[in-house]
Nanobody, 122 residues
Framework: QVQLVESGGGLVQAGDSLRLSCAASGRTASIYSMGWFRQAPGKERDFVAAINRSSSNKRYADSVKGRFAISIDNAKNTVFLQMNSLKPEDTAVYYC???????????????WGQGTQVTVSS
């Protein structure tokens, strides 16, 4: 089993920045990729960004390209999501994800974090 613990969410104004962190523990050797999804009230859980262990493959949702950056620290088994130029539509619960394969869709994810709230006011 792998446990994921997120941190870094909060309430910010439009245009501000936030950095989310997610630390993995347990059977971390089984993880091939990590990423982030988000879910707004009444909506489905959507892909935000993903990265593989070697950082050779990074993917972003079109809605966050150029504003968000994903990175990974393998020594600490931690993935980060730097979110810049935040917009009210970025408001959601952000979930950390880990998988033994490439993350594209929610069904690719094996392990989920508990979620952290990000609220962007206009």
């Amino acid at each position: 089993q792998v446990q994921l613990v997120e941190s870094g969410g909060g309430l910010v104004q439009a245009g501000d920045s936030l950095r989310l962190s997610c630390a993995a523990s347990g059977r971390t050797a089984s993880i091939y990729s990590m990423g982030w999804f988000r879910q707004a009230p009444g909506k489905e859980r959507d892909f935000v960004a993903a990265i593989n262990r070697s950082s050779s493959n990074k993917r972003y949702a079109d809605s966050v390209k150029g504003r968000f950056a994903i990175s990974i620290d393998n020594a600490k088994n931690t993935v980060f999501l730097q979110m810049n130029s935040l917009k009210p539509e970025d408001t959601a619960v952000y979930y950390c994800a880990a998988s033994p394969r490439t993350i594209v869709f929610p069904y690719d994810v094996t392990y989920w974090g508990q979620g952290t709230q990000v609220t962007v006011s206009s």
